[in-house]
């Protein structure tokens, strides 16, 4: 069964960082591009970075370019999302998928001070 | 990028109902289009990818259908579990883009 636990959230002031993650298992991680998609309160899905299976390419919204970096290490079977100079619009939800599936609750990040 | 858009934004039905969301992208993304309910509190949920091609476990009164730029979620017979918000995602490349969500509502 596959299973994607995000963690790392916390509350953050603005400026400031923060790095989630994801640990996957029931298939081969290696194998799945894997992306992020946050929601924030009372708002719609948005869909934040994506890298492919190997690590090698990455992709981000405008709204987050420069600013997050996404990466993964196959060896531990996690997907990372580095957070750097947060804003209050980054305040939400976020969770990791699997291609195009999301499993898991996600984790919440605040931005406020 | 490649925009989406949905409507309606909000659909009030009743149990029993025929209901039918549309998405539209700005450019074609071919069938690469999924749809998602989701639930107050919880995560989305995969309902059918490729346009059409239900989800283990999805019941059958959701269909989708649709190709090129237009593309509908049609649920044949409104049962009470189905009232949630709806989104597209397509993911032809990326960046992937949602569309803005379909809130289904009890009329």
């Known amino acids: 069964e596959v299973q994607l636990l995000e963690s790392g959230g916390d509350l953050v002031q603005p400026g400031g960082s923060l790095r989630l993650s994801c640990a996957a298992s029931?298939?081969?991680?290696?194998?799945?591009?894997m992306s992020w998609v946050r929601q924030a309160p009372g708002k719609g899905l948005e869909w934040v970075s994506g890298?492919?299976?190997?690590?090698?390419?990455?992709y981000y919204a405008d709204s987050v370019k420069g600013r997050f970096t996404i990466s993964r290490d196959n060896s531990k079977n996690t997907l990372y999302l580095q957070m750097n100079s947060l804003r209050g619009e980054d305040t939400a939800v976020y969770y990791c998928?699997?291609?195009?599936?999301?499993r898991g609750q996600g984790t919440l990040v605040t931005v406020s001070s | 990028d490649i925009q989406m858009t949905q409507s309606p934004s909000t659909l009030s039905a009743s149990v029993g109902d025929r209901v039918t969301i549309t998405c539209r992208a700005s450019?074609?993304?071919?069938?690469?289009l999924a749809w998602y309910q989701q639930k107050p509190g919880k995560a989305p949920e995969l309902l059918m990818s490729?346009?059409?091609s239900l989800e283990s476990g999805v019941p059958s009164r959701f269909s989708g259908s649709g190709s090129g730029t237009e593309f509908t979620l049609t649920i044949s017979s409104l049962q009470p579990d189905d009232f949630a918000t709806y989104y597209c995602?397509?993911?032809?490349?990326?960046?992937?883009?949602f569309g803005q969500g379909t809130k289904l509502e009890i009329k």
């Open positions: 995602l397509q993911y032809i490349n990326y960046p992937h883009t």
């Open positions: 029931g298939f081969t991680f290696s194998s799945y591009d």
């Open positions: 998928a699997k291609g195009i599936t999301m």
């Open positions: 490729i346009a059409s």
């Open positions: 890298i492919t299976g190997g690590g090698g390419t990455t």
């Open positions: 450019q074609s993304i071919s069938r690469w």
